[in-house]
């Protein structure tokens, strides 16, 4: 039997400051705005690792060299930081997820090994998503289907403070060869 745990922890942080161009709407394509903006991220979380021997080839089972299962548990807290545009105060969100995986590996022989893994996992919003103010762009459109237009349309671009963290669920299988008497 096979155990493993850990913690991790990661941070990050973004300051963007506005210089005279962006002020001036003299960059091609943006209109003028000017801002002070100062972001963070960080992570925190703990895991569990468990693996266990099924079938090994001391078993003389036919067609069983190794036969094993495996299952992880992680528990991360993520918490992102920035001006909130409705508040105009420094504010924070905290997102907590316990995420399961579960694999199994079998070798029918010693040269060849087949792996499955099931798992879920989530990432928390930036903190631009959740915190950022409305920006308004007009860009030229085009039309998708290829018909002449000059078009310019109005967009509003903000952040959602009642964003949730995206969530995922994901399976992988692979094959690993490694023929000792392959020429």
Known sequence: VGLAAGYDYSTSNVTFDADSLYESGSVLGLNAFSTHDYNEAGSHSVFA??????????????????????ALARRESQVVKGTNANTNLFDSRKY?????????????????????????????????????KAVTSN???????????????????????????????????GVVGQPKNLV
């Open 49 to 70: 690792e468990v693996k266990i021997p099924l079938l090994s080839a001391k078993n003389n089972v036919p067609g069983v060299h190794d036969l094993s299962i495996g």
């Open 139 to 173: 860009p030229t459109l085009a039309d998708p289907l290829g018909f002449p237009t000059l078009a310019q349309q109005t967009i509003v671009i903000r952040g959602n403070p009642n964003l949730q963290p995206a969530l995922s669920k994901a399976w992988s299988f």
């Open 96 to 132: 907590d997820k316990t995420n399961p995986s579960v694999n199994l590996q079998y070798s029918p022989t010693e040269d060849y090994k087949f792996r499955a893994t099931w798992s879920k996992g989530f990432i928390a919003p930036s903190s631009g998503a959740v915190f950022a």
